[in-house]
């Protein structure tokens, strides 16, 4: 059974940064697009950025410029650089993946921006 584990979530002053990171246990051959959604208390689920197996990458529009999406396909591991936190970007951090057709979770991280 693949899992998806998170890490790197925190508490930070609001201008700092903070690097979430992504990996599959288990084994894996290959993972398709790969993303990052965060959930703020109160509101549903957001998709924040998107990578492609290629590198294609999509973003939310509010944190273009601040946040980078990247992946080690050799690695199947994923990392999302949030630089610039704002407050409003508090919420819990989910990793997401697609893998063989199928759509799998992170557990969820902590980011707490304080102001």
């Known amino acids: 059974q693949v899992q998806l584990v998170e890490s790197g979530g925190g508490l930070v002053q609001t201008g700092g940064s903070l690097r979430l990171s992504c990996a599959p246990s288990?084994?894996?051959?290959?993972?398709?697009?790969m993303g990052w959604y965060r959930q703020a208390p109160g509101k549903q689920r957001e998709l924040v950025a998107t990578i492609s197996r290629g590198g294609t990458t999509t973003y939310l529009y509010s944190v273009r410029g601040r946040f980078t999406i990247s992946r080690d396909n050799a690695k199947n591991t994923m990392s999302l650089q949030m630089n610039s936190l704002k407050p409003e970007d508090t919420a819990v951090y989910y990793c997401?993946?697609?893998?063989?057709?199928?759509?799998?979770w992170g557990q969820g991280t902590q980011v707490t921006v304080s102001s």
């Open positions: 997401n993946a697609l893998i063989s057709g199928e759509n799998y």
């Open positions: 288990g084994s894996i051959f290959s993972i398709n697009t």
